[in-house]
């Protein structure tokens, strides 16, 4: 069985601008987390979609967002992007929820200049 | 406040045995996760423990206390390839929140 893909894996930007990074889950699996990893914070939870609905979400502005597809893969978007959002972003996909056992992507690494 | 600790660094050698701790104070508990991530890798899940007492998993083990609060990670038999970041998670209803993690660097 396939694991989770992330892409891009490696994404460099300019302070202001937007991206977009993309998460495939594991087939059959219909929960995608989103999570931002930096030396500092750790491993800090950004919103869980679960079949195409945001079930659960953190403590990030409103620039995050996200959503879902009927196939379940997921999109995170970041707008007018700040330096602090240089991190890891991280998706995991889960059966039956973010709280159960997830299954981490390799991440992509976000570079903000 | 939900609060997860766990201590930031820790060093051992080859062939000993290390205990990784994570303490908690959260709202509600129904579960404690713990996960491994090596260097610029995806964390990986290594044990989830819901009852008081200790899980045994070849090398790995993992204890809970719910009463106080604390778990903790022991590996044996440490061998380099160990050294990696080992995260704490609890489960608070339909919510998880991770710690920072504990760096373990394995030295021969």
């Known amino acids: 069985k396939a694991g989770v893909t992330q892409t891009p894996r490696y994404l460099i930007k300019t302070r202001g601008q937007q991206v977009t990074l993309s998460c495939s889950p594991i087939s059959g699996h219909r929960s995608v987390s989103w999570y931002q990893q930096t030396p500092g914070q750790g491993l800090q939870f950004l919103f869980e979609?679960?079949?195409?609905?945001?079930?659960n979400k953190g403590n990030f502005p409103g620039r995050f967002s996200g959503r879902q597809f009927s196939n379940s893969r997921s999109e995170m978007n970041v707008s007018t992007l700040e330096l602090g959002d240089s991190a890891l972003y991280l998706c995991?996909?889960?059966?039956?929820?973010?709280?159960?056992?997830?299954?981490f992507g390799p991440g992509t690494r976000l570079t903000v200049t | 406040g939900q609060n997860i600790d766990q201590p930031t660094e820790m060093t051992a050698t080859e062939g000993a045995i290390v205990q990784i701790n994570c303490t908690y104070q959260t709202s509600g508990f129904n579960g404690l996760f713990w996960y491994q991530q090596h260097a610029g890798e995806a964390p990986t899940f290594l044990s989830y423990n819901v009852l008081d007492g200790l899980e045994e998993k070849g090398r790995f083990s993992s204890f809970l206390s719910r009463s106080k609060g604390y778990s903790y990670l022991l590996l044996k038999e440490l061998q380099m390839k160990d050294s990696a970041s080992y995260l704490c998670a609890v489960r608070d209803g339909d919510k998880l929140i991770f710690g920072t993690g504990t760096r373990l660097q394995v030295f021969p």
């Open positions: 995991a996909s889960s059966l039956n929820g973010y709280s159960y056992e997830q299954y």
């Open positions: 979609y679960f079949s195409e609905t945001q079930r």
